[in-house]
């Protein structure tokens, strides 16, 4: 079962599971740490046998590419709890819920932050790799996002130049 929850009215029980998850999988990693990240806006988890087995987040955005504003799902947390890992759980709860960012979200674009070793999982989705500058606010001013952006086009396939997520990253 797929549950989609604005953040602010997810229970504190599982916002505390899904911070655990987190804190395991991204607290030790020193930029993670070092960046100020934005708040998310949708938790979106699959559950088997009423178990957390799969989840990520959305922050909604509207962001520059090209100087153009377009609406986004920023994707984040993408996390499945090691005991449910190779099951495919990812893949089909970022798959079936293409439907949530496009048709109801009404987003033009998903927008992934990543690391290298994940491209091949990402691309096989449906998300395309870019090479341009994107740049993200930090309370220090604005910064250069030093590793891969990802898009997941809804209808067109644009080819950024630019990129400004107008806040903080996700
Ligand atoms: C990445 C992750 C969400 C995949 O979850 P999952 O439910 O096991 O995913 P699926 O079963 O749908 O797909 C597994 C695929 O992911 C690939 N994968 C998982 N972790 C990977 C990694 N660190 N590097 C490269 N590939 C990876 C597997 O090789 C597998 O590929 P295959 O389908 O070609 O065999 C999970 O491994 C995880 O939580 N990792 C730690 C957190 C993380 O890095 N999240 C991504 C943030 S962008």
Same mark, same amino acid.
């Given at each position: 079962?797929?549950?989609?929850?604005?953040?602010?009215?997810?229970?504190?029980?599982?916002?505390?599971?899904?911070?655990?998850?987190?804190?395991?999988?991204?607290?030790?990693?020193?930029?993670?740490?070092?960046?100020?990240?934005?708040?998310?806006?949708?938790?979106?988890?699959?559950?088997?046998?009423?178990?957390?087995?799969?989840?990520?987040?959305?922050?909604?955005?509207?962001?520059?590419?090209? =100087?153009?504003?377009?609406?986004?799902?920023?994707?984040?947390?993408?996390?499945?709890?090691?005991?449910?890992?190779?099951?495919?759980?990812?893949?089909?709860?970022?798959?079936?819920?293409?439907?949530?960012?496009?048709?109801?979200?009404?987003?033009?674009?998903?927008?992934?932050?990543?690391? =290298?070793?994940?491209?091949?999982?990402?691309?096989?989705?449906?998300?395309?790799?870019?090479?341009?500058?994107?740049?993200?606010?930090?309370?220090?001013?604005?910064?250069?996002?030093?590793?891969?952006?990802?898009?997941?086009?809804?209808?067109?396939?644009?080819?950024?130049?630019?990129?400004?997520?107008?806040?903080?990253?996700?």
């Amino acid at each position: 079962m797929i549950k989609i929850t604005k953040y602010s009215e997810l229970d504190s029980n599982t916002k505390t599971i899904l911070k655990n998850y987190i804190d395991t999988e991204f607290g030790h990693i020193p930029i993670v740490n070092k960046t100020k990240w934005a708040s998310p806006d949708y938790t979106l988890i699959f559950y088997h046998n009423n178990k957390i087995a799969t989840f990520y987040n959305i922050v909604q955005r509207a962001i520059t590419i090209n =100087d153009e504003t377009y609406k986004v799902a920023g994707i984040n947390n993408v996390i499945t709890p090691k005991e449910y890992r190779g099951k495919g759980y990812a893949s089909k709860l970022l798959k079936e819920t293409e439907t949530y960012i496009f048709n109801d979200l009404k987003c033009d674009y998903g927008v992934l932050l990543c690391a =290298d070793t994940l491209i091949p999982f990402y691309k096989k989705l449906g998300w395309y790799a870019i090479d341009c500058p994107v740049y993200f606010k930090q309370p220090n001013g604005k910064q250069l996002w030093k590793a891969n952006t990802m898009l997941l086009a809804n209808k067109n396939k644009v080819k950024p130049k630019l990129i400004d997520l107008k806040g903080l990253p996700w």
